[in-house]
């Protein structure tokens, strides 16, 4: 622990609504594990990447005879205070069928990991994906809500990791790795306007993952927990999508202003008549397109970071 590792503080009220959540969505994993279809193409593997017991991730290797490709680092969602990798396994199938190699990761949860906790762990995961898969030196960060927001913000430190400094990372769980492009589904990219528009439980998350002072409209280093909160020099090529009837829908369009008028490179796709989340109704035509927009736009940012070309800022 260090002196960011400060306590949140919630009410007997909220602390029974975090395990409420938490419980609810234990129910959705054996639904997920039965409508796991199609397998993925090769058996994947489960590892620890830390001491914590949420510090795990599903590995799902290449398809034999795949093309060389960097992997995918998926970051499930959740509002920080709960969410299950297995929820997601079924939907990352098509990025290994597509040749992907794809790390879906657990993380410890806020409150009782709160921020800067979350992203240490999963800069440690970063790091163990460096030492125990060398032959991955780049990968694509990818998350949904606030996976979303954690994606962007590996993103960032990787690509200025003088910013860790400000975490107190400790060394040996800094990545090196490259970013080689940031995709965030519906992400929270800024700390109020999830809250000003309604979003359920966003003011229990926030508080849950970075205290009560996380509601001011200006915070300080401490408390920069998303990209709007950042002043950063580079940034990874960035796929925002948003969902048009979803609450969050405003904090990728906030997103995608800041990114043009600092010219990285971000490319913005709205969902109409979609809900937050739809990324998980695999059956949905827009899901369907969700996921052939992910796939171009992953193939498009191949290239290593030495032959990657400086970002222009681009909007689709």
């Not at 997920?32 to 058996?43: D, T």
């Not at 694509?140 to 860790?164: F, R, T, V, Y």
């Not at 300080?220 to 927990?225: F, H, K, M, Q, V």
């Not at 010219?263 to 989340?277: D, S």
Request: hydrophobic fraction near 40%; charged fraction near 20%.
């Amino acid at each position: 622990m260090t002196a960011l590792d400060q306590p949140v503080s919630l009410s007997i009220l909220q602390r029974l609504s975090v395990i409420l959540l938490r419980g609810m969505m234990r129910l959705l994993g054996p639904l997920a594990r039965l409508r796991r279809s199609p397998a993925p193409p090769q058996p994947t593997s489960n590892y620890a990447y830390g001491a914590h017991r949420e510090e795990t991730l599903e590995y799902f290797p290449p398809p034999k005879g795949a093309p060389n490709r960097a992997p995918v680092v998926y970051i499930h969602g959740g509002g920080w205070i709960m969410g299950k990798k297995e929820l997601y396994s079924p939907e990352l199938v098509f990025l290994a069928e597509a040749g992907y190699p794809v790390f879906n990761l657990e993380y410890p949860l806020a409150p009782e990991t709160p921020h800067p906790g979350i992203l240490r762990a999963l800069l440690g995961a970063l790091s163990w994906i460096e030492t125990t898969f060398p032959q991955y030196p780049s990968v694509h960060l990818m998350g949904d809500s606030a996976g979303g927001n954690l994606a962007l913000m590996l993103g960032i430190l990787c690509s200025n990791p003088e910013q860790m400094n400000g975490l107190e990372v400790e060394v040996n769980r800094r990545p090196t790795l490259s970013a080689l492009s940031v995709v965030s589904l519906y992400g929270v990219l800024d700390r109020l306007s999830w809250i000003r528009n309604g979003f359920p439980g966003a003011s229990l998350m926030l508080q849950s993952y970075a205290g009560k002072a996380a509601f001011e409209e200006t915070v300080g280093p401490r408390l920069a927990i998303t990209p709007m909160d950042l002043s950063f020099e580079r940034c990874p090529p960035t796929f925002l999508a948003a969902a048009s009837k979803d609450p969050l829908a405003e904090s990728s369009s906030l997103c995608r202003e800041k990114f043009l008028a600092e010219r990285h490179a971000v490319t913005y796709m709205l969902y109409e008549g979609e809900n937050h989340g739809f990324f998980n109704r695999s059956k949905r035509p827009a899901t369907q397109q969700l996921k052939a927009d992910v796939l171009d736009f992953l193939t498009n940012h191949e290239l290593t970071s030495a032959e990657r070309p400086l970002p222009s800022a681009q909007v689709a």
